[in-house]
């Protein structure tokens, strides 16, 4: 039986070497033409006002608004009942043209970047108003008698701010991966790292990466109070400029990467890397677990989407079955992972598939498929990339 299991469950025992990735962060010059259909930032934050504008009639709470115009970028299911779940109540701005100019606009044009994801920042700045720990289970189901020993084994994010920007966008990386885990396993490994990197270009690119590193700058003013009282396109003006007056983000320069760093935990930069490095990456690998789980749990079905992911129901209780005897009978994870192999599977219904996507996300947190997912090479990586992009724009200026 377990030379069965081990042929058609995922094997992660042997880590081997770690595979270096390259993220790129954004601070070289990209010389490419800005695609004629991205607006400059100036052009945007006239959007901005123009919806402001036209909700004066709203009180002006700069933390509702932000919250307003994240949901015409990100309004799903998943945002507002699990990542954000103090917005759900909160209504989208009534269409108009100013509103489907920036929904259209999801990509701006910096000065030296031909591209810019400002989504993120609306996702960042919300997030950091409402931050907290997130799980990524709905409390119906830890706390559902059917679910025996779930509410004791659930994972927890305690910073919605990371899952919201980088880590988040980690987890796309990661999740793809494992939802591309058969076809990318029938490649050559320099086929496999070339798939992998293409799925990081494509999740993590620099002009999300690059909103990112503004984003945490931004929420860390915000939690400073030094955007209280101000409309959001003062925000934008303030930090992007406005005008012919320059902002903070032109005059952070030498310094921006190493203050992200910082954001997020990294601490004593000593010119080459951080001092606290792997007690960060041990951290943000639990993190990264629990992220990826929820990126699945809402690409298989929770999030009230369309989807053709399927689970491989055979695969998947064979993966239970070795987890489960890798457990020791005083484990807390035993009982749920017993239970969860005697369970029957019905994927006909998205309430059917709640059992299989919950056995799918138990495998994830718990590191079970962290090789499949090359989940130290991508952390590392994205620390190597980050570090180089420090030192990089401390030799430019």
């Known amino acids: 039986m377990n030379t069965q299991v081990s042929q058609k469950g995922i094997n992660n025992l042997n880590l ?7 993220f790129d962060f954004g601070e070289s010059t990209h010389n490419t033409e800005p695609s004629s259909q991205c607006y400059d930032m100036s052009k945007y934050i006239g959007f901005i006002t123009s919806v402001e504008d036209e909700n004066a009639a709203i009180e002006h709470n700069t933390n509702l608004m932000l919250t307003k115009f994240r949901k015409l970028y990100y309004d799903s299911f998943g945002w507002n009942e699990f990542l954000i779940p103090e917005t759900s109540h909160v209504a989208t701005f009534p269409q108009s043209q100013s509103t489907q100019n920036i929904k259209h606009s999801h990509q701006v044009n910096l000065t030296n970047n031909d591209l810019y994801d400002v989504a993120h920042i609306f996702a960042i700045l919300d997030a950091n108003n409402h931050n907290g720990p997130f799980t990524p289970v709905p409390e119906s ?11 004791d084994i659930v994972p927890v994010v305690q910073d919605r701010l ?4 980088w880590l988040g966008d980690l987890s796309e990386i990661t999740g793809e991966i494992f939802l591309n885990r058969k076809d990318i396993s029938k490649l050559q490994k320099d086929q496999k ?21 503004d984003g945490m700058i931004m929420a860390g003013n915000a939690t400073n109070n030094q955007y209280e009282g101000k409309k959001v396109s003062e925000i934008f003006e303030s930090f992007y400029g406005g005008g012919s007056l320059p902002g903070e983000r032109s005059q952070l320069k030498s310094s921006i990467y190493l203050k992200y760093g910082e954001s997020i935990g990294l601490q004593n930069w000593n010119g080459h890397c951080f ?7 041990k951290k943000q690998k639990s993190n990264l677990q629990t992220c990826t789980a929820f990126y699945v749990m809402k690409k298989i079905g929770l999030d009230n989407t369309t989807t053709t992911q399927q689970i491989d129901l055979e695969s998947l209780q064979c993966d239970l079955k070795r987890f489960s005897e890798s457990l020791t009978e005083q484990d807390k994870r035993k009982g749920f992972v017993s239970q969860a192999l005697n369970d029957e599977i019905n994927q006909t219904s998205s309430i059917g598939k709640i059992p299989s996507i919950i056995k799918t996300c138990v495998l994830i947190w718990n590191g079970f ?11 590392s990586s994205y620390l190597d990339g980050l570090s180089q992009a420090i030192i990089n724009t401390q030799k430019a200026n």
């Open 16 to 22: 081997g070497e770690l595979t270096h990735f390259n």
């Open 141 to 151: 189901i830890i706390n559902s008698s059917y679910w025996n020993d779930l509410k």
């Open 162 to 165: 990371m899952a919201a920007g």
């Open 193 to 213: 790292n070339e798939e992998k990197q293409k799925i990081i270009n494509q999740f993590g690119a620099y002009y999300k990466t690059l909103a990112n590193v």
């Open 275 to 281: 001092e606290n490095s792997e007690d960060w990456l």
């Open 369 to 379: 498929y962290n090789h499949v997912m090359s989940l130290d090479s991508i952390l």
